[in-house]
């Protein structure tokens, strides 16, 4: 349960609302303390340092930050409709929890929530000479760092959005999701075949309760509330699944009447929502990446170019690859399907190869990309959907190419 409750937080943290409230909570709890250190300074300096300079810093951040932060926050949303509408529109499920962003729009709306705040506390005359001392002191450290957030947003503009960039961001999503997936096989549990055999007879039903894709599972959760009612839980869909209400989404085995707590605690680690999710759907990642490549090629962009390199990012991504389940699970009460290499393989070379058509470049690239997969596989079911995927993709280049001399050439490159 603590695990789950973690990765719940974890997940949180990376959205953009979290920081901005975090660093205005900071904000707020560090004009609180310069009413509690005032008495420790002395009076000659709270004689030396007065209003007259403290209020031209708080006058200042009040006037500017409000329009920086505005400013920014259209800069990014430029920058995530150049992404969707260039590269691909599931590409603001990444951006948007780009760190960099996120402290610096969070440092920019702090202090300009400091500010207004100090302003008002001063008009108010809840400072006495010496906490206007720490009040100054605190509103150095809140120009620097503003001053830092600045920086770092002018280098961090110079990518924003762009190809490269978002790439980047796509892949190291895809990679995390696939080293997840390799680390803990089945997500922990036991293998479920696809026809369903391990699950009883006597099983109950539990149903979703609404429509939508299942992001993630919490079989931390689900394996602490079967030891707790003695039951075993069976999950026959997968992490990326579009469900609807009604449609199975569990079976529970070892008892006859299922607890309306254990029903609830079931569908919130099964969580559906009307996107999918990054975190634990190594599919979703390989899918969008592959999305970048298909657009590179349609008639309208022509860029080849860009083809190849998801290509090699796809590489990337597959090669630590691990399906195999493992021999003693860590939640032994949980039945999951387990992710298979050829469905990852397929979803991000199968479009590739298909809108490559006869652009030789690509499919010479493609087929020395899955060489490569098949070579350093660990796990043999990703090098035989490797080897798979290359035959198919040589059979859609002799259907497509007309050119001979291109058609040779590559079998010679795949011989």
């Not at 209020?55 to 200042?60: S, V």
């Not at 300009?112 to 000479?129: N, P």
């Not at 006869?358 to 490797?386: C, G, N």
Request: hydrophobic fraction near 50%.
């Amino acid at each position: 349960m603590l695990r789950s409750l973690l990765r719940r937080l974890r997940q949180v943290a990376r959205r953009i609302h979290f920081r901005v409230i975090l660093f205005a909570v900071l904000t707020l709890v560090a004009l609180a303390l310069s009413r509690f250190l005032g008495p420790l300074i002395p009076d000659w300096l709270g004689e030396r340092i007065g209003a007259e300079s403290v209020d031209p810093i708080l006058n200042t951040l009040a006037s500017s930050m409000l329009a920086v932060t505005i400013f920014s926050l259209t800069i990014m949303t430029g920058a995530l409709q150049t992404a969707a509408g260039n590269w691909t529109p599931r590409s603001h499920l990444v951006l948007r929890q780009d760190t960099v962003t996120q402290s610096v729009l969070s440092t920019f709306l702090g202090a300009y929530l400091f500010a207004i705040v100090g302003i008002v506390m001063r008009a108010a005359h809840l400072f006495d000479d010496r906490e206007i001392v720490v009040l100054f002191l605190m509103s150095l450290v809140v120009v620097a760092l503003v001053l830092l957030s600045l920086i770092r947003w002018i280098l961090h503009l110079e990518g924003l959005g762009s190809l490269p960039f978002t790439a980047s961001r796509m892949e190291a999503e895809a990679v995390r999701s696939v080293r997840r997936s390799s680390e803990q096989p089945c997500h922990g549990a036991n293998p479920l075949s696809p026809e369903g055999r391990e699950i009883p007879r006597d099983c109950l039903r539990i149903t979703a309760a609404s429509a939508g894709y299942l992001q993630q599972i919490f079989q931390e959760a689900i394996q602490a509330e079967a030891e707790e009612r003695d039951i075993c839980v069976y999950i026959p869909v997968a992490v990326g699944d579009y469900m609807l209400p009604g449609q199975t989404i569990a079976w529970v085995s070892g008892t006859d009447e299922l607890a309306s707590a254990t029903e609830t605690i079931l569908n919130e680690s099964l969580p559906l929502a009307p996107d999918r999710s990054f975190e634990e759907d190594p599919l979703f990642g390989v899918t969008v990446l592959s999305e970048v490549a298909v657009r590179a090629l349609s008639p309208g962009v022509n860029d080849p170019g860009t083809a190849i390199d998801v290509i090699n990012r796809l590489a990337r991504v597959l090669a630590p690859l691990r399906t195999a389940p493992m021999d003693e699970p860590d939640h032994d009460r949980l039945w999951v399907r387990p992710l298979q290499a050829d469905d990852l393989v397929r979803a991000g070379f199968d479009p590739i190869a298909r809108c490559a058509a006869d652009t030789l470049e690509v499919h010479l690239q493609l087929q020395h990309a899955l060489r490569q997969l098949a070579e350093v596989a660990e796990d043999p079911s990703l090098a035989k959907a490797a080897r798979d995927l290359s035959r198919r993709a040589l059979d859609r280049a002799e259907a497509d190419f007309s050119f001979d001399a291109d058609l040779e050439r590559l079998r010679q490159a795949i011989d």
